[in-house]
């Protein structure tokens, strides 16, 4: 079984700042890509970041310049730092990571998500 945590969500002016985590753990092999994900409450999930096992980087067009992805391989950890913050990026932020399994079954996993709430 594998399990996916995010946290390092809250509370944040506008302006201001927050660094998402999510670390993958339990019966894994690899951790190849991993993603920041964010779904506003009427909206559909969209794509923020990724990152490859290589550490190869994509974001999305509006976080360009303000939002950093990184991870830690040896600890199956991916970051979203998150500057100047805006209001309609209130989301609740969800983590995505494809995995292979000690079975050898390539699998993406989705973490539970967390709440990030930027106040004007």
């Known amino acids: 079984q594998v399990q996916v945590v995010e946290s390092g969500g809250g509370l944040v002016q506008a302006g201001g700042s927050l660094r998402l985590s999510c670390a993958a753990s339990?019966?894994?092999?690899?951790?190849?890509?991993m993603d920041w994900y964010r779904q506003a409450r009427g909206t559909q999930r969209e794509l923020v970041a990724t990152i490859s096992s290589g550490g190869i980087t994509k974001y999305a067009d509006s976080v360009k310049g303000r939002f950093t992805i990184s991870r830690d391989n040896a600890r199956n950890t991916v970051y979203l730092q998150m500057d100047t913050l805006k209001p309609e990026e209130t989301a609740v932020y969800y983590c995505?990571?494809?995995?292979?399994?000690?079975?050898?079954?390539?699998?993406?996993?989705w973490g539970q998500g967390t709440q990030v709430t930027v106040a004007s």
């Open positions: 339990g019966n894994i092999f690899s951790v190849n890509t």
């Open positions: 995505r990571a494809v995995v292979v399994t000690q079975a050898r079954l390539s699998l993406q996993y």
